[in-house]
C-alpha cells in the first residue's frame, strides 16, 4: 500500500539552531499537509501544499513540495523553545485518505 | 460546537470491561475521524465517516472495536472487552468534507481521550 516515510525520528538541536524533517512517499500525492502536536497535545494543522515545487514560509518555517509530488520537507530556521513537538506530514493519496508520516520530534538541548 | 470535544478526556478501566468513547465534531464538518496513538507514537488510522457512512474500516484493529454516526454528527468508538494493548489516546477529527478539495480536506482534532486498561 501507499506509505510515507518520515525522517529522521528525533531531531535533538541547541536552541538558535536549524531543524530540518523530510517527508518521502512511495507514490505521488495529491497533496501533503503538515501537523505540529506540541507535548501532551493534539495535532494542529501548520500549511497544505498543493502544487509541484510548492514553496510556502510561515515566518521561520519554509515548507516545501517536490517536484515529483512525491517528497515534502519542513525546514525551521534559528529554532527556539516554542518550537519543541513532534512534526507530521500526511499526505493525500489516490483514494483521498491521508497516509501519515511518523512524525518527528524536534528536542532543544538543555 | 467551536472546536472537535471528546469524552471522557480519561477513562481508566479494568481489563474485559467495555468503554465507549464520545466525538463532537465541528458544526457542519460533514467528515470524521478516529485515530489511536499509543504513547510516544505516530498516528494510526482507524475509522472516517462521510455522513453517517463509514466507507473504509480497514484500520479498525480486530472486532472488538466499532464506530458508529449519528445524525451525522456525534460519533461513538467502542471498544469490547478491552485488552492492555488497547490503551492509548484516542483521537477524533473533522473536516468540512472528505475528499481532495482545496482547504476543506483539512483535519481540526479533538484533545483525545486518554485510555488506561488496568
Known amino acids: 500500500g501507499q506509505q510515507v516515510m518520515q525522517i529522521p525520528q528525533y531531531q535533538h538541536v541547541q536552541e538558535g539552531e536549524d531543524f530540518t524533517t523530510y517527508c518521502n512517499s512511495s507514490?505521488?500525492?495529491?497533496?501533503i499537509q503538515w501537523y505540529k502536536q506540541r507535548p501532551g497535545g493534539h495535532p494542529v494543522f501548520l500549511i497544505q501544499l498543493v502544487k509541484s515545487g510548492e514553496v510556502k514560509k510561515q515566518k521561520r518555517l519554509t515548507f516545501q513540495f517536490g517536484e515529483a509530488k512525491k517528497n515534502s520537507s519542513l525546514h525551521i530556521t534559528a529554532t527556539q523553545t516554542t518550537d519543541v513537538g513532534t512534526y507530521f506530514c500526511a499526505g493525500r493519496g489516490s483514494n483521498y485518505q491521508l497516509i501519515w508520516g511518523a512524525g518527528t520530534k524536534l528536542i532543544i538541548k538543555p | 460546537g467551536a472546536g472537535v470535544s471528546q469524552s471522557p478526556s480519561n477513562k481508566v478501566t479494568e481489563k474485559g470491561k467495555d468503554v465507549e468513547l464520545r466525538c463532537d465534531p465541528i458544526s457542519g464538518h460533514t467528515a470524521l475521524y478516529w485515530y489511536r496513538q499509543s504513547l510516544g507514537q505516530g498516528l494510526e488510522f482507524l475509522i472516517y465517516f462521510q455522513g453517517n457512512s463509514a466507507p473504509d474500516k480497514s484500520g479498525l484493529p480486530s472486532d472488538r472495536f466499532s464506530a458508529e454516526r449519528t445524525g451525522g454528527s456525534v460519533s461513538t468508538l467502542t471498544i469490547q472487552r478491552t485488552q492492555q494493548e488497547d490503551s492509548a489516546v484516542y483521537l477524533c477529527?473533522?473536516?468540512?468534507?472528505?475528499?481532495?478539495?482545496?482547504?476543506?480536506?483539512?483535519?481540526?482534532f479533538g484533545a483525545g481521550s486518554r485510555l488506561t486498561v488496568l
Open positions: 477529527a473533522s473536516s468540512l468534507v472528505f475528499g481532495r478539495a482545496w482547504g476543506a480536506n483539512v483535519l481540526t
Open positions: 507514490t505521488t500525492l495529491s497533496n
